[in-house]
């Protein structure tokens, strides 16, 4: 008599979801999730809580540099290299399939065939060093105030620029009818008020006071941005739209953070 096989492992639907998202967003190992079917866009409330945990490891890093006596600077990049390290540097790369896109592109259709290209051109490079040039110079900056401060805003802008993910989806419609952005699926209004949600309620636990509000003023107006410029170049969005959208998102609240006076009320946890 042949033995029954044993039932499937049931897991909470959320701890399903924050499996999606980590899977895709990360290159971290976790539990495959048991519904392969649902669509990525389903599970992104659950982009806040991965840049947190990218953000909260990112910004350790950035404070272990500082205290074993490491330029400010280095110790900022040592952050940014560990969160690229952490997802592949995915964002990055649509930063730089966007940039090269949109400005080497003259039709919607070569715009789009650029971004598909594996190559990264002269717009993409330039894009990179100089976002990525932008979000070390402000974290040093913060963190001549306290490196810890820096950390949280680290942290804070791993978290919004995740957020900012699913209303960029859900406003726009797909550029195309194939690829990542498309297959992802539309997220749905629930889902997309939920990761708003979470994604502020996280931000204001990391920064309360005017860096909060700061932050989230910074991370509207990236979003907008971005969105406006995706939509007159080819129409909706992609995954390199998205990936964009986070990238121009932390750079932003890194940079706006970095206009607070050292110190501001509200800004810091009062010690």
């Known amino acids: 008599m042949a033995s029954e096989k044993p039932a499937p492992a049931r897991r909470p639907w959320w701890a399903d979801d924050l499996a999606l998202a980590l899977m895709f967003l990360t290159r971290l190992p976790v ?4 519904r392969a079917e649902r669509p990525l866009m389903h ?14 490891l990112g910004g350790g890093a950035l404070l272990l540099g500082a205290t074993v006596g490491l330029p400010l600077l280095a110790a900022a990049l040592l952050a940014l ?19 090269d896109g949109f400005g080497g592109g003259g039709t919607k259709e070569r715009k789009i065939e650029i971004m598909r290209d594996s190559r990264v051109g002269s717009y993409g490079v330039l894009a990179l060093v100089i976002v990525t040039g932008l979000k070390a110079a402000a974290l040093a900056n ?64 990391l920064l309360p006071g005017a860096g909060f509000v700061t932050a989230l003023i910074a991370t509207s107006l990236a979003a907008l941005a971005t969105a406006g410029l ?16 986070e990238q121009v998102v932390e750079c932003f ?9 050292a110190g501001a009320a509200g800004f810091s946890w009062p010690l």
Request: glycine share 14%.
């Open 43 to 56: 599970a992104g409330w659950a982009f806040p809580l991965v840049g947190l945990l990218t953000g909260a």
């Open 230 to 245: 995706a939509q007159r170049q080819i129409g909706g969005y992609t995954g390199d739209v998205l990936g964009g959208s």
């Open 142 to 205: 913060i963190a001549i105030a306290a490196p810890w401060l820096a950390a949280f805003a680290f942290a804070a802008a791993q978290v919004l620029g995740r957020t900012a993910i699913l209303p960029v989806a859900y406003f726009l419609a797909p550029a195309t009818a194939s690829g990542l952005g498309t297959g992802a699926g539309r997220p749905k209004a629930v889902t997309t008020g939920l990761c708003i949600a979470l994604g502020t309620l996280i931000c204001f636990s």
């Open 81 to 99: 290299a560990l969160g690229a390290i952490l997802t592949g540097a995915l964002h990055e790369d649509g930063l730089a399939d966007l940039a």
């Open 31 to 34: 539990p495959a999730p048991l």
């Open 253 to 261: 609240v890194l940079l706006s953070l970095s206009l607070l006076p």
